[in-house]
């Protein structure tokens, strides 16, 4: 390969100093002095390397970029759509989310779903969905790898990874405050501080807070200003030492804690017949009998990772880390109020209440990973390890009754329902990679992963608010699962001019079985759910095998950035989930086949020193491929467009695409500045999503779906040209787009709906 794609000193300095998320330098995404793009240096391979070099689809968000996407309060969200084949949702808001990457994901609800995408945050997969909540803040930068990267990333990769790198401590005193306030009163603060103590010790200490009032009233309940509201804090602290030449160490610490609201669910706000919201939809306003809504966050946790150099040419790498949370969040699930067996109920109809809450009182994750590479051998390089996971985790489930209040039940007073599951999972895996320069102009790479995992599940049933449906007390009743899979990849570079290469890329992922405890509102329905204890159930091991062509190119004399990725493949056993339906389960399913293909670009030009361009597009087709696949359509009010299945009240789902897979997913940003005086600018920064239809559910209905999202965001502001100072007026979702993003299908029409329109003005001083 030549220099163009090579690791040079330049950009060894700039993984060091990172392009840092609320400390960036405009210009840093831009020019370098030679007047080219400057290089962008990923670890998408557990080692530094040129984005360039890299044979995957792969797309960094980092600098200015993350700086305004993550802005006004936004939690992890805020990357869907703005990344090629990459989708965010939420049915629990800020503390759960659920990515999608070329479509593949997992809309269950329940806190211990397992899902394809893994999201590695300094160096640890995070594979609780709590836990993959934690908030975005002193980031160096996001890598968003897509398609399967099992054989060198913890655990459940079948569909890509996202890979998040906090700020590090330097060898240089630096630190920046960033405050911002706005609409709904709401206050976005961010800062950190850091450099060394002594000649072999640096520190950093990183805070966010954020805040917003309650804006939506409860009508029904006469209570103004009721719910959306939040607050929450996070902290970062990490210790770097270099007791010698040979040896690293990075000891991080971080916390979080959220009090807000849980997701507010709007009853009947679906169009009947053609989807969409209701005419005169109010997002402000909600009718519901239920207003204890309360959602609770605590989290904290501890990495160490190790580093001592063998010797010249050799790296021993060992990272340990400890992850614990409990959490507790409590809604109005019909999302109004009444029932039709009652007097009055609305807005529309409510077959009956639902007012329910879960509960994490605990959950502890331990992860372990030794691993030894070599450094720059030459024709040949390569890394070999193991790693360890151990979770173990407890969740309580509620059900409530406002409209008929109770008195003690085996779980506490005021619940009509309540249920248990605990589960203890244990994996490990042994892994290898190496890269073989067959030529100067040719790369062969290899990698492969055995993993072994465990899981063991104990549910139980105290009482149920459904007992006159023969849902009794269910005694604790245990499942497990234990299964080995091999995942592995090879892939070949090759350079065909100066500035582009072209590679080719296969490779085989897998997600380790399931288990599905969902027992509180479960009995036993026979047909396709029949087997296991009622509310429990099991999806076998999904396996997926992914082929991968792209090009990967500087243009336009080097200040311009094109990468094109096209992709197929073939998915064996895929885990699904049957959520809610009429059936009100939560059951565990696995597909026979599953197919897709796509296209993914990325672009960044420079097109002059003051205007900076990026623009990203993704084509996905997904297909479900088995024929007797059945499940249970929604509970009331919808159009089903699938065929009857063989079971009374089933639908048949071949042939569906999956769940949140739009087709097209489009984004861009664009940066213009022109000098203010003789150290500064005034500059513009806007941005823009669009993701195409989605369906909410594995079956097809005229109402749960939605056909188009687009959001925009503008900053406009002045900078200093040294980087200490900005100051900036900003609106996210400038277009007041209002879409709904998901439903619930077990009672009536009930959906949520996208973030409103917010501006405010910012402030960060660096120094």
Known sequence: MTSRFLLGASAIALLAGGLTNGTANAQDTMLDESGMLEEVIVTAQKRAQNIQDVPVSITNVSGERLDVASSAGMDIRFLSARVPSLMVESSFGRTFPRFYIRGLGNTDFD???????????????????????????????????????????????????????????????DGYASLSAGKYNNVDFEGAVGGPMSDTVSVRASVMWQRRDDYVDNVHANIADAL???????????????????????????????????????????????GGLIDGFDRKKVWHDATNNVQEVSAKGAVGKFEYDLSDTHTATLIASYENVNMFS?????????????????????????????????????????????????????QFGAFYFKEDMRIESYSYDTLFPVGAVPCGSGQNGCGWQEQDTKAYAFFGSADVEVSDATTLEAGIRVSNDKKNMTAARQASNLAFLGIVPLAPTSVSTDDSEVAWNISLTSEISEDSNVYTR????????????RVLFAFDLGGPYEGLPPGLSVADTETITSYEVGMKSNIADGKGRLNLAAYYFNMNDQQLTAVGGSFNVNTLLNADKTTGYGLEMDLEYAASENLFVTAGMSYNYTKIKDDTLAIAPCGGGCTVLDPAGPVAGTVLIGGNSLPHAPRWIANMTARYSVPYGDSGEVFMFTDWAYRSKINFFLYESAEFQDGGLLEGGLRIGYAR????????GFVRNILGDTSLTGGIDFNNLTGFVNEPRVWGVELTRRF
Request: hydrophobic letters at 40%; charged letters at 25%.
């Open 111 to 173: 806190l211990n779903a397992s899902q394809p995408v893994s999201l590695v945050y300094d160096d640890v997969v995070l594979e609780n969905p709590i836990l993959k909540g934690f908030p975005v803040f002193d980031v160096d930068r996001i890598e968003v790898l897509r398609g399967p990267q099992g054989t060198l990333f913890g655990r459940n990769t079948p569909a890509g990874i996202i890979k998040f790198e906090s700020r590090k401590p330097g060898d240089e005193f």
């Open 228 to 274: 959306e509201g939040y607050d929450e804090k996070a902290a970062r602290f990490q210790v770097a030492i270099t007791p010698n030449e040979r040896t690293r160490i990075n000891l991080n610490m971080h916390a979080r804690e959220l009090d807000g609201t849980a997701r507010v669910f709007r009853a009947n706000i679906i169009k009947a017949g053609g």
């Open 330 to 382: 409590r809604g109005d699930i019909d999302g109004g109020y009444g029932a039709s067996f009652l007097p009055s109920f609305g807005p529309g109809p409510i077959a009956f209440s639902a007012e329910s809450a879960d509960a994490i009182p605990h959950l502890d994750q331990f992860t372990v990973e030794a691993r030894i590479a070599s450094n720059d051998l030459g024709t040949v390089d390569y």
């Open 506 to 517: 296969i490779a085989r992922g897998f997600r380790a079985p399931s288990i599905q405890g």
């Open 721 to 728: 040209n040294d980087g200490t100072m900005e100051v900036a």
